[in-house]
């Protein structure tokens, strides 16, 4: 009796522990996908194609995809953590080439996916103030996700313009 009772104390444990990081592997898993999609498409856009933008005072393609770098750094640290030492907040949307840019959205992607992951799921109703609101951390994990979702629409309909297909739809 005493081993069924510890070997189901055991199982529970273990299932509680892994229901801790639920929230914080289905939002990093989403927020991969996003990044796996806009790194795909970024690939598809030419080197000339990135300085394309719809409009005067519109982002271009380039801005774009930088941008979404950047803000991921800025929410982050909004949550908490600090933006690593070698990136430039000042410099990173002046970023050229297209082989750099994506590689400064992938390095900022990476980056906000394992701090998201470092965040117990205790602190989900921490307040934080992001700068534009003030909100609860796990407000502030979706908010990067949304942001992402909403970029990669944008860049969806930047390719579209410009004959270029995203590649899942090929």
């Keep these: 009796m005493k081993l069924l009772v510890s070997f189901l104390m055991c199982i529970t444990a273990f299932f509680a522990t892994a229901q801790d990081h639920v929230v914080q592997s289905n939002i990093t898993g989403l927020l991969g996908h996003n990044q796996d999609q806009i790194a795909a498409l970024a690939q598809e856009f030419s080197?000339?194609?990135?300085?394309?933008?719809?409009?005067?005072?519109?982002?271009?393609v380039r801005?774009?995809?930088?941008?979404?770098?950047?803000?991921?750094?800025?929410?982050?640290?909004g949550l908490g953590f600090a933006t690593p030492e070698d990136v430039d907040m000042q410099?990173?949307?002046?970023?050229?080439?297209?082989?750099?840019?994506?590689?400064?959205?992938?390095?900022?992607f990476a980056y906000v996916i394992d701090k998201l992951n470092q965040v117990p799921s205790s602190d989900f109703g921490k307040e934080v103030d992001l700068g534009f609101m003030k909100t609860s951390i796990i407000s502030g994990m979706l908010?990067?996700?949304?942001?992402?979702?909403?970029?990669?629409?944008?860049l969806i309909a930047y390719a579209r313009s410009n004959g270029v297909v995203p590649p899942w739809s090929k």
Aim: aromatic share 6%.
């Design 91 to 108: 410099a990173i949307e002046q970023i050229t080439g297209k082989e750099n840019v994506i590689a400064a959205m992938n390095k900022s």
């Design 47 to 60: 080197e000339d194609q990135y300085d394309w933008r719809p409009a005067e005072g519109v982002r271009s």
């Design 63 to 77: 801005e774009t995809i930088l941008h979404l770098a950047s803000a991921n750094y800025y929410i982050a640290s």
């Design 143 to 154: 908010i990067i996700l949304d942001h992402s979702g909403e970029h990669k629409g944008q």
